[in-house]
DNA sequence: CTGAAAGCGCTTACAG
DNA sequence: CTGAAAGCGCTTACAG
């Protein structure tokens, strides 16, 4: 049910929709410089040679008369649209904002429009060669399926945070998960004498997740410590499910002295749910995560955490698309750099005003 | 510079972009089902009866050769897009992330696609007639004179959290920012005694702002408080404007015991001042802010703000806009109604667990 | 360098 | 209930 305040709903008009007149077409503007469609059509895409008095004439008329080319007739006698499509599982939340802001950037930087359809259906067929010169998937919003149809198809296709099925070279871009997680478990280790770190992780299949778990293995043999299976447990990329399994562990009486969350948003259930239990977040338990999304400084103790160019990864997949559309050419896998943010989740000391903030506010403040 | 892990980038392959065996056409399907085209699209589009069984010829012609209507062609024949448009001054960040998920459910609920286009270049024309069905438009990303003449066309819009210019009677979503801000600064007076209440504004002319600044007003002349211009600053709806200002008025030594931020980000800005200058939040001075976004709760302490359903109005936006495209109505005014939300940073008690935490989770844990 | 014309794949009066 | 045909507004060989 909506809610109107009764007081501002004043009145309800009836908006008639006019046939609007018609905006002016590539004959208007023919007519009005003195040539033929052919040669309108010519100055406003530059595909050949125009005479420059006549070009003139016709960049006027196209002024004067406020012409813009109407896109469904351009797709249909260029089949080109012009357009790239984004298909994503979720279009909110810390981690696809900044994607997405990445993304609608590079669209717009080169020239295109940009077409999103969020789903968790795989079967979908919104977004395609149909009404798309290239699709951006994210990995759960589409099945192999599809994926194998538009790779025979030889349609533009660049795939986030996921490989390809076997076969299918779909340029794929992603971020430096392994060794971040790597690094970050050592810090624990090194640093914080950890030995009982536990690992939470997100879905099945989900190959961030995956990447991570593997630097987390690598990390503990390197310093010889053996891996214990009850140590791992779902996550789930998300607070809820990570609240249950921590608090699981705590029941269950699980002796453990760190957490490596595989995101932020897993690593903030974490510390609620040791909040919850009594027990002291980085004193008893340290906790990290992964990502650095925007409210991982926030977090009570601030989080330690891998930053990983969410932002970045849009811009550099848009880039990579758009080569592939233009001459048929890609980087088959892009893996962007990752990188340590120690703050306090850990066990390191706070400065005066927490790094990140510091770093946050500098330039507002010199 | 886009780094490339060496190791990974093992190889660059040329993809050549062949054309694919085109798409079967309407033509196609006619010709297996033994009928005209018209027909064909009589059964697509369910605009005229057909027989039965021919009818069934034509799905079964269809489904075998996987037909898909060519939507470029479709809009050029039928003037029509079956496409929204979004126009946004930025697209990421806590505000707007859960704004456009509202949107982008509205709209795919309502058989439409999605066309979003970022820009705080009021002139742009990227989004309009040519090219989508219908606009929604939030505030700083379209100046007036663009938003006069789709009027003067007649084009689907709706105005999301900014009232149209005098004399255009284009509907607008919004939020009960008056009356949450009344209650959440009677709150700030009649609960903790507050006297000396600071107020961080958005931008200038931006409506939220005002209504906001409003309704702080009226809690203080209703509880006879006199204002004080020195108690007002910009606070620009974001972090850094807000720490530079609170920064200024304690360099200033202007006397307050409670702030009232425009905005939760800007109330994020204010808290990080004033612990940075060694006064405690609250004891020394409430601070709350407005929206309840997504990070608010893990502020420290927990902010004290009014929820804004940013969601539904990107829900209800979509509504309206789609009447207006069927049938030419709308309500001129949908106001959304906000709530109180009690946490710590105002200076009441925290609960065993914050209270929106409790609710959070107790989903999970029943 | 320029124009006449075919064609892109549909929808929609119009006639029957 | 069905089909033939015009037309939506462009692009692009082809000819000159």
Request: aromatic share 6%; net charge neutral; charged share 25%.
């Amino acid at each position: 049910m909506i809610y109107v305040s009764a007081f501002r709903k004043r009145f309800q008009v009836e908006m008639t929709t006019i046939p609007s007149s018609s905006a002016p077409t590539i004959a208007d503007v023919a007519r009005q410089a003195g040539v033929s469609i052919a040669t309108v059509s010519r100055v406003v895409n530059g595909t050949a040679a125009v005479v420059p008095e006549t070009a003139e004439r016709v960049r006027t008329a196209i002024a004067e008369l406020h012409y813009t080319p109407h896109p469904a007739a351009r797709t249909l006698a260029s089949r080109r649209t012009h357009t790239l499509g984004l298909l994503l599982p979720e279009i909110s939340g810390a981690f696809f904002s900044p994607m997405l802001k990445g993304i609608e950037a590079g669209v717009r930087e080169a020239g295109y429009d940009l077409l999103i359809h969020s789903t968790q259906d795989g079967r979908h067929r919104r977004l395609g060669e149909h009404n798309t010169d290239g699709l951006l998937i994210f990995i759960g919003s589409t099945d192999n399926d599809e994926l194998r149809r538009l790779y025979q198809l030889n349609f533009p296709t660049v795939l986030l945070h996921q490989t390809p099925p076997d076969g299918l070279q779909i340029p794929v871009i992603a971020v430096e998960n392994k060794n971040g997680a790597e690094k970050l478990v050592e810090h624990l280790i090194t640093e914080h004498h950890r030995k009982r770190i536990a690992f939470l992780r997100g879905q099945v299949g989900h190959e961030d997740s995956t990447w991570r778990e593997r630097g987390y293995y690598d990390a503990l043999a390197k310093h010889g410590i053996i891996s214990d299976p009850a140590l791992v447990a779902y996550g789930g990329f998300n607070e809820q499910e990570a609240f249950k399994s921590v608090t699981q562990w705590i029941k269950d009486g699980v002796a453990l002295n760190a957490i490596f969350a595989a995101d932020d948003e897993s690593a903030s259930g974490a510390i609620l749910a040791l909040r919850q239990a009594g027990k002291r977040v980085p004193q008893d338990v340290s906790v990290v995560g992964f990502d650095d999304v925007s409210f991982s400084r926030f977090l009570t103790p601030p989080l330690t955490t891998v930053r990983a160019p969410i932002e970045q990864v849009g811009r550099e997949a848009v880039r990579q698309l758009v080569r592939l559309i233009r001459d048929g050419t890609s980087d088959p896998e892009v893996l962007l750099p990752t990188e340590l943010v120690i703050r306090q989740s850990c066990g390191c000391q706070a400065a005066a005003l927490d790094q990140s903030q510091e770093e946050y506010f500098s330039s507002t403040r010199r």
